[in-house]
């Protein structure tokens, strides 16, 4: 729930699965398909077809158009796994294939592989294998245990042939469709086809990160996929000051738009031009990854001088009279992370919006302003956080002139057994109370959390004193 790490023993169960076999038994095989959606890929759900299989448990997946065939030896079963048109000896065994061509597969303890009666790997001694199939050819990881000689799937010669990045000797068997080589004992990559040179990953040279006349480098490397090469960039960046910052990603070229990580959240980038976004920062070192098809030149930062004002706390027993007032569990929109509706001592209603955590958080409210005019904005909340401070838009756009991030106070607690509660009254200069203009009719206002978590039970809108 948060960008900080959790310790083992205080890790919240995110889900339990139960599973029932149709009759009781002492013991009973099960195999578990988790699917993972990405939030920004926004595909349809795998469909999920359970095999019947020889000595296995088995499933094929169909997400997109992708086939995924999984083996996985039932307990106590002798013999080869058959399921799908895919045969195995080992433990376990994928393929994954487009339309006909193999695109993937993999095996555990495997002395052979076969799909729709072809030979996919071979050896003489039991051996985890995968294979990735490319344009340039295909790239093969084996790790084996005792010297031995492996044959691989080829069907054709290959134009050449790479055992851990260096020529190897091997000989293609035509009437098998298959290479032979020799391996001692440990894990090896093995490339071949026409452009073997070009299915390595590895580093890529550093890129610099520029903050004015400071400078940063983020490490690089490049994996090579079925679709095609994926760079990732990781490194840390410091920043002198708690601002609102422009990052831009200089001399982006390839495929699409990169994704950008900070501190483990993903960062939205913009669509047209170069790709860039605007996020805030605290004070010190944030973590940033950078992944994309393609290559950039260098990663910018320009601070961008925000006003940060701090809201100032009202007395105990101040309520305001003739005000808009907004019930904080009652959020029009909230982002990915979303706040919980709790009970908390004292709270309007007896629950409060809860659990802001998380850098990048965010909810909307839509209400209604009764006549035009000037109003003030008072926040009611309660944390123990001595700086919280929160971006707050109207419309889309900031408070007023004066006002862009505001920042907030602890109040003693989190009304988990006392009433905590305090109104905060947005300032212009941190006394001066903030002169917000509304039109009459409806409107939307959004809080996003920059820093500390806060309970917040009310947002009401008074008219100007």
């Known amino acids: 729930y948060s960008t900080r790490p959790v310790p083992p023993e205080k890790y919240a169960h995110e889900w339990t699965l139960t599973a029932t076999p149709p009759e009781a038994a002492a013991q009973q095989d099960f195999l578990t398909v988790l699917a993972v959606t990405r939030v920004a890929e ?37 013999g080869p796994l058959e399921a799908g048109g895919l045969e195995c000896d080992g433990t376990a065994a994928s393929v994954s294939r487009q339309g006909a061509e193999i695109r993937r597969a993999f095996a555990a303890d495997a002395r052979r592989v076969r799909f729709e009666g072809k030979q996919l790997f071979g050896s003489e001694q039991p051996a985890n294998w995968s294979l990735l199939v490319c344009p340039e050819g295909k790239l093969v990881h084996v790790s084996i245990r005792q010297a031995g000689a492996i044959s691989l799937a080829a069907g054709s010669k290959p134009a050449r042939v790479l ?13 098998a469709a298959v290479i032979r080589l020799q391996l001692e004992p440990g894990e090896h990559v093995i490339a071949y086809g026409p452009e073997p040179e070009k299915l390595a990953s590895g580093p890529l040279e550093p890129v610099p990160v520029r903050l004015k006349d400071r400078i940063a480098e983020l490490e690089g490397y490049q994996q090579r996929r079925a679709e095609g090469r994926l760079s990732y960039w990781w490194g840390q960046i410091e920043v002198p000051a708690a601002d609102r910052y422009r990052l831009s990603v200089s001399g982006w070229q390839g495929e699409g738009r990169p994704a950008l990580d900070l501190d483990g959240q993903p960062v939205a980038l913009t669509a047209e031009g170069a790709p860039a976004a605007t996020v805030w920062l605290t004070e010190g070192k944030h973590f940033v990854t950078l992944t994309g098809r393609g290559s950039l030149r260098e990663l910018d930062l320009a601070a961008q001088g925000v006003k940060v004002r701090p809201a100032r706390m009202l007395p105990k027993d101040f309520a305001p009279a003739q005000a808009v007032v907004i019930e904080a569990e009652k959020p029009s929109a909230e982002g990915n992370v979303k706040g919980k509706i709790m009970e908390k001592v004292g709270a309007s209603g007896g629950v409060a919006h809860c659990c ?16 035009e005019g000037d109003y003030e904005l008072l926040v009611r909340g309660a944390s123990v956080y001595d700086e919280i401070l929160r971006s707050i838009l109207l419309d889309g756009r900031p408070l007023s002139s004066e006002v862009e991030i505001v920042r907030f106070a602890a109040t003693g607690g989190w009304c988990r057994t006392s009433d905590d509660w305090r109104y905060f009254l947005v300032t212009a200069d941190g006394k001066t109370p903030a002169q917000i203009h509304l039109t009459a009719g409806k409107h939307t206002l959004r809080m996003e959390q920059l820093g500390g978590s806060m309970n917040v039970d009310l947002l009401v809108w008074q008219p100007a004193q």
């Open 42 to 78: 926004r595909r349809g759900a795998a469909k999920i077809e359970l095999l019947p299989g020889r000595n296995a448990l088995a499933a094929k997946v169909m997400a997109g158009p992708d086939v995924h065939l999984v083996l996985f030896r039932r307990r106590g079963a002798e």
């Open 163 to 175: 055992l851990d990045g260096e020529r190897a000797d091997a000989t293609f068997d035509s009437a």
């Open 356 to 371: 802001w955590d998380t850098a990048g958080q965010w909810a909307e409210w839509e209400f209604e302003a009764p006549q």
